[in-house]
């Protein structure tokens, strides 16, 4: 009988200012870090797309949970970037991780990520979409994520499920396919809006 993997104590930032730092994994129901060999495609897409420049770059982390995501960015020379996450525990990690990187240009709020895209005013260039997968919620928060995007503007999503499909039709009809991969279990890409003439 096949075992689903455990989830790792820790991971570590890839590269930038604060590369190999650990990240601690907390225990919260649902919270799973996206996999090293994920995130080390996802940002070697990124570095290939912005030609290597975060300056200037604006990102929004609405499933932060460890941080891995959010904090790479901001390793890597992202000007803002806001980590969003609704457990508790969860957030004091990242508030004493922040602050033992001295990381100014991380903000971290707590709340529900759907409330966060409600009253969000700030556009931003990338947003980290990861929701936990046994929430489903991809197809109701994707939508809501178009308007909260700078021109040129991207989305990463992460699911269980393929992005491609009749059963997708619905939520990714609006939005064209930068980049997709799967590792093991996982489905993952970037995303853009179908009307912005993104390449």
């Given at each position: 009988?096949s075992r689903?993997?455990?989830?790792?104590?820790?991971?570590?930032?890839?590269a930038?200012?604060?590369?190999r730092?650990?990240?601690?994994v907390?225990?919260v129901?649902?919270?799973?870090p996206t996999?090293d060999?994920?995130?080390?495609?996802?940002?070697?897409?990124?570095?290939h797309?912005q030609?290597?420049?975060?300056?200037?770059?604006?990102?929004?982390?609405?499933?932060?949970?460890?941080?891995a995501?959010?904090?790479?960015a901001?390793?890597?020379?992202?000007?803002?970037v806001?980590?969003?996450?609704?457990?508790?525990r969860?957030?004091?990690?990242l508030?004493?991780?922040?602050?033992?990187?001295?990381a100014?240009n991380v903000?971290?709020q707590r709340?529900?990520a759907?409330?966060v895209?409600t009253?969000?005013?700030?556009?931003?260039?990338?947003?980290?979409l990861d929701?936990?997968?046994?929430?489903?919620r991809?197809?109701?928060l994707?939508?809501?994520c178009r308007?909260?995007?700078?021109?040129g503007?991207?989305?990463?999503?992460?699911?269980d499920q393929?992005?491609?499909?009749?059963?997708?039709?619905?939520?990714?009809?609006?939005?064209?396919v930068v980049?997709?991969?799967?590792?093991?279990t996982?489905h993952?890409?970037l995303?853009?809006?179908?009307?912005?003439?993104?390449?």
């Amino acid at each position: 009988m096949s075992r689903r993997p455990a989830v790792p104590r820790q991971v570590r930032i890839i590269a930038g200012q604060w590369k190999r730092t650990p990240l601690p994994v907390p225990d919260v129901e649902g919270l799973r870090p996206t996999p090293d060999r994920v995130r080390e495609t996802v940002f070697n897409w990124l570095e290939h797309l912005q030609q290597r420049s975060w300056r200037g770059r604006c990102c929004l982390d609405l499933f932060a949970g460890t941080g891995a995501l959010g904090f790479e960015a901001a390793s890597r020379g992202a000007e803002r970037v806001l980590l969003v996450e609704s457990d508790a525990r969860a957030v004091q990690r990242l508030e004493a991780t922040r602050d033992k990187l001295s990381a100014s240009n991380v903000q971290i709020q707590r709340g529900d990520a759907a409330q966060v895209i409600t009253r969000q005013t700030q556009k931003f260039h990338l947003i980290f979409l990861d929701p936990p997968y046994s929430e489903q919620r991809l197809p109701a928060l994707l939508p809501r994520c178009r308007d909260l995007l700078e021109p040129g503007g991207l989305v990463y999503a992460e699911s269980d499920q393929p992005f491609t499909g009749p059963d997708t039709d619905d939520w990714m009809s609006a939005w064209k396919v930068v980049r997709l991969d799967k590792a093991g279990t996982v489905h993952f890409g970037l995303f853009a809006p179908d009307d912005t003439g993104f390449n």
